[in-house]
């Protein structure tokens, strides 16, 4: 585990609008944000919980509400499909780029981002992911054999299991060290917390 | 409806912890909120939702989010049990009140929040509620009646359907006009909304 850790799915809106800001709040307290992508599918099956959209009001609040942060940050929004959608094989596509590279690993999670929320493109195709890794000079095919291989599947359900131990129940949810936040409208009290070195 | 509505459960702590601040916001923007009280159990029902605290993981989280915003607001924050506790007594009476002196009204329901969470009294008897109207010089027998009376117990029915049709899932929600806002993390956007106008 890192110091600041920032565990999400490609699937949620929430991470994606969170994504511009946890950088610059690590960097403001010199850490780096260690992105951890992970299967919320699973997270949710440990705790009984369903996918946002699937459940009566609250997914027609969160729909209406990504919306509204969206236009707030003025950040697009044209997610590709509706979500949740299939983000392994971009989740195991970082985490065989991030033992290589964090940073190009990380570039990579920003692109996908990208693709799904802002140029409408179906990340869950693994060719789409191979594409985005592509346009970055990453080598497609040898992307696209890494996502197949077992250590690479294996690593994303350690990762998987290891959030849900630490009590990930959704996305985005950050860890200061031990501490957690839940959600990207926590992220002021996340920065509130290495300000003051918690309370 | 008014122009602000805060709906909640007294068994809500995120509740609590709202009921200091909607006030002045409203005050800012030359506005009255109007405090309603609701049976959120009905709304989970409606949903397929659950109490926090009978979710894992989720439930874990809560409670130490409760204690951590308690110390960040410097309030204090003894329950008297284990939550969610049965506020229908509370709520009735609130509906009583309410009808005859607003303002009333809302200085029992910021009562009934201290006698929960700052005096640790049980307030789900009904005879704490009567006392504690009792300290404010509310009629004690008149209330036990009250909240007897179908008339006030439909009242609450009503407030909770009109609740969910209008969208509420949790608490506290608030409504600026038509504009949703879930959760007292909520605050600091349904301001802004009132700044601007909505955007």
Redesign the interface.
Known sequence: MSELDFYFDFSSPYAYLASFQIDSIAEKHGLKARWRPIMLGA?FK?????ALVA????G??AK??WE?QA??YQLPFAPAKDIPILTLHAARAYWWLVEGNEELAKLFAQAIFMAFYVQSRDISDKEVVADVAAEMGINRTALLLAIADPMIKDRLIVETNQA?DR????APFFFVKDE?F??G??L??LD?WLDRGG?
């Open positions: 997270a440990a705790t009984g919980n369903q459940q009566p009001l609250k027609d609040y209406r509400d509204r236009r707030l849900i009590g990930v129940f959704g957690p839940w959600g409208d926590r002021w009290m509130l309370w």
